[in-house]
């Protein structure tokens, strides 16, 4: 697959990424080199693969679901630099 320069400039404006023409130019030919690797491994046959989530078969860790009294939230919040009745207390972030 071709990229051109233009092309780019799209997907660095998306990404917020300042692009210089230079670096336009040089990273046509790569992001070309990648996607021609990915239509490369797109022609890889999977017929009959299981899909894996590790090369090493593992077992989760699992412990006894127990209903307890409930935590400690004077230690949980201990540290916090500022609480208020066991809740973190943080700035504003949305007006």
């Given amino acids: 697959m071709s990229v051109t ?21 040089r990273m046509t030919g790569e992001l070309s080199s ?5 239509d490369q491994l797109n022609e890889v046959d999977v017929d009959g ?3 894996m ?3 090493v078969e593992t ?3 699992m412990r006894e679901d127990t209903v ?5 939230p004077g230690v949980v919040v ?9 809740f973190f207390v943080v700035p ?4």
């Fill in 5 to 25: 320069k233009d092309t780019v400039k799209h997907v660095a404006r998306l990404a917020r990424i300042a692009v210089t023409e230079e670096e336009a130019e």
């Fill in 34 to 38: 990648i996607l021609d690797w990915v």
């Fill in 49 to 51: 693969v299981e899909p």
């Fill in 53 to 55: 989530t590790s090369v």
């Fill in 59 to 61: 077992a989760m860790k």
């Fill in 68 to 72: 307890t009294k409930g935590g400690h």
């Fill in 78 to 86: 201990g540290n916090a630099p500022v609480e208020d009745d066991n």
């Fill in 92 to 95: 504003k972030v949305v007006e």
